[in-house]
């Protein structure tokens, strides 16, 4: 095989703990080629795929994708119904490479919204790789941080009530402990495909100190190499986090 050129620039001892990607851009491909939205978002899961094996090779432990916001809701029900079953026949498809690579799925999201073969789908290969520990996968599905912020509020309001949690106790990770990432770091590097430059609802609380990485790579044409770029500039950046 041969190895990528790319790869050899990437500094084994800096990799990410964390990435997350908004993977953007499946329905332009499509459109592209005279295709309907959903050929996209199938060809897309074959992108998912370069950058999963990517991340466990390169020793990543968590990896957080983004594949389908609350908002997503208010597309077309064809849409959202190909999508939905696509994720259900994914799930099945590669059930047995993520456990036998060692990797554990989680997701994030109100997934008691998503149809039941989906969510059933989801619980078993979640049931299969739970104690698989080389790479964290964390889908997002039906997934808005702004949600997500407003239930850790009422969690902790609940609390206070309760008489569990003093006032003087809440401080800001304490608060990440109520996200539905409290057992996961922020994510080191965001990366948005397609040339959009905007977060859409996604991991507001945790990406403040994120390095930010765009592409007008569509998410269908993302490949490993594509995926090596976005680490080779992570790599180049000076992470201050408000020092100097
Ligand atoms: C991203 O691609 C996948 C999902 C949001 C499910 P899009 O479907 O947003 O594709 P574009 O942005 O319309 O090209
Ligand atoms: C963000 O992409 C959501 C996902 C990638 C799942 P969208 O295409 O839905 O977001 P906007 O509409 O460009 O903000
Ligand atoms: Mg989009």
């Known amino acids: 095989m041969i190895m990528s050129k790319l790869l050899e620039q990437i500094d084994k001892d800096k990799i990410p703990v964390h990435v997350a990607i908004i993977m953007d851009g499946n329905g332009r491909w499509a459109k592209k080629q005279q295709k309907d939205r959903l050929f996209g978002h199938n060809r897309g899961a074959q992108s998912v795929m370069h950058v999963v094996e990517a ?41 047995q490479k993520l456990y036998k690579n060692n990797i554990r799925l989680h997701t994030i999201g109100d997934i008691g919204t998503l149809p039941l073969p989906l969510q059933k789908a989801i619980q078993d290969v979640k049931k299969k790789t739970e104690c698989n520990t080389r790479l964290h996968l964390i889908i997002a599905l039906s997934y808005g941080s702004r949600a997500e912020i407003v239930q850790a509020t009422k969690l902790i309001a609940n609390e206070v009530k ?46 403040s100190y994120s390095e930010l990485y765009f592409t007008n790579i569509e998410w269908p044409d993302f490949s490993k190499d594509d995926y090596y770029r976005a680490l080779i500039s992570f790599q180049t950046r000076k992470r201050t986090c408000g020092k100097i």
Do not use: C
């Not at 466990?56 to 999508?83: C, H, M």
């Not at 809440?170 to 409290?182: R, W």
């Not at 996961?184 to 609802?201: C, W």
């Open 162 to 207: 309760q008489g569990h949690l003093d006032m003087a106790q809440i401080d800001e990770s304490l608060f990440a402990q109520y996200l539905e990432t409290a057992d996961f770091p922020d994510p080191d590097l965001l990366i948005r495909t397609s040339g959009e430059q905007r977060v859409s609802n996604f991991l507001l609380y945790q990406i």
């Open 55 to 95: 991340s466990a090779d390169l020793g990543v432990g968590y990896l957080t994708l983004y594949a389908f916001s609350t908002e997503n809701w208010g597309r077309p029900q064809s849409e959202i119904k190909g999508l939905m079953s696509l994720l259900g026949k994914f799930l099945k498809s590669e059930a």
